[in-house]
């Protein structure tokens, strides 16, 4: 915020890392995951994508949460797939418990969060559960 007071430009902070040695040294599972999908030549590779955001904007994206909200789930039938292995696993898991009414969970054994993204062996099963789940609910 300092920077874009003093001078006006926004502080762009890289968000993939993208050399061999960032991705070793990489805090997380989720950015070394990200490396793996989004970066040049993988498959989430999209032209128009910037490796970074804007850093005024960083407080506003870590602290949305879906807990104080999943009241309005109340009586909607809810599908909540996630990979055995995701970073993702415990908010999912914590979101499947808060929320009320007809309700299914699918564990992906193997999978992490990105697998889910474009694995034939993972998205494959998921697609099939999703089908059954609509034709069961949407009719």
């Known amino acids: 915020r300092q920077q874009y007071y003093e001078t006006g430009e926004p502080l762009i902070v890289k968000v993939v890392p993208e050399t061999e040695e960032e991705i070793n040294a990489a805090p997380t599972k989720i950015s070394k995951g ?10 989430g590779d999209t032209p128009t994508w910037k490796n ?12 949305w949460s879906i807990y ?3 009241h309005l789930f109340e009586g909607i039938p809810a599908l909540v797939i996630y990979g055995e292995q995701a970073a993702s696993k415990a908010g999912a898991e914590k979101f499947y418990q ?14 992490d969060h990105f697998d889910l993204y474009w ?5 494959d099963p998921a ?4 089908t059954d789940f609509l034709n069961a609910y949407i009719q």
Do not use: C, D, W
Not at 34 to 43: E, N, S
């Open 119 to 123: 694995k034939p062996e993972y998205v």
């Open 34 to 43: 990200m490396a793996g999908y989004y970066l040049p030549g993988k498959p």
């Open 127 to 130: 697609v099939e559960k999703i």
């Open 68 to 70: 104080p909200y999943t």
């Open 52 to 63: 970074g955001f804007n850093a005024m904007t960083a407080e506003h994206l870590v602290s």
């Open 98 to 111: 808060q929320i009320n009414g007809p309700k299914e969970r699918v564990i992906v054994e193997g999978a």
